[in-house]
């Protein structure tokens, strides 16, 4: 019962208007297509993506959603106070690893999640975010919950 969304668009329809959740394929491996996914999208609505890897941020289309919810990272699972990530798979690992962040035009959130690459974790708890969506598009990020 689960439509899995690669390189494609639906629309949630709302009290307030419509929500288009934009699935966008892993950009780490190559499947990405922002173009195809958005071919079929309504300008002026809400526009929530959703894809595997943080570098969806050098597309330049990206600016067209509003919000972009990504994982991939783990976090970086290894966190060191002042430094931040040590490692993780993205092209700017400090600056994705994890978090809100303001980038290319849009927003994005990268969640830790639950799971790791390997089965460490310092300072990089897991995490399941609670972003709430308001009608007059602000994000409210709650505190994750593990």
Not at 21 to 40: F, H, I, K, N, P
Request: hydrophobic share 40%.
């Amino acid at each position: 019962g689960i439509n899995l969304l690669h390189n494609e668009a639906t629309a949630l329809f709302e009290p307030g208007g419509r929500i288009w959740v934009v699935g966008v394929g892993d950009t780490y491996s190559g499947r990405d297509d922002l173009d195809t996914a958005l071919r079929d999208v309504a300008g002026g609505e809400y526009l929530l993506g959703i894809t595997h890897s943080p570098d969806l941020l050098d597309d330049p289309r990206v600016a067209e959603l509003d919000l972009v919810l990504a994982g991939h990272t783990h976090g970086g699972q290894i966190r060191l106070p002042l430094v931040g990530a040590l490692y993780a798979p993205v092209k700017s690992p400090r600056r994705r690893a994890a978090g809100m962040l303001r980038e290319s035009g849009t927003l994005m959130y990268v969640s830790r999640g639950i799971g790791e690459g390997i089965p460490i974790r310092i300072n990089c708890p897991r995490e399941i975010p609670l972003i709430t969506l308001r009608a007059d598009r602000t994000v409210r990020h709650a505190d994750s919950h593990a």
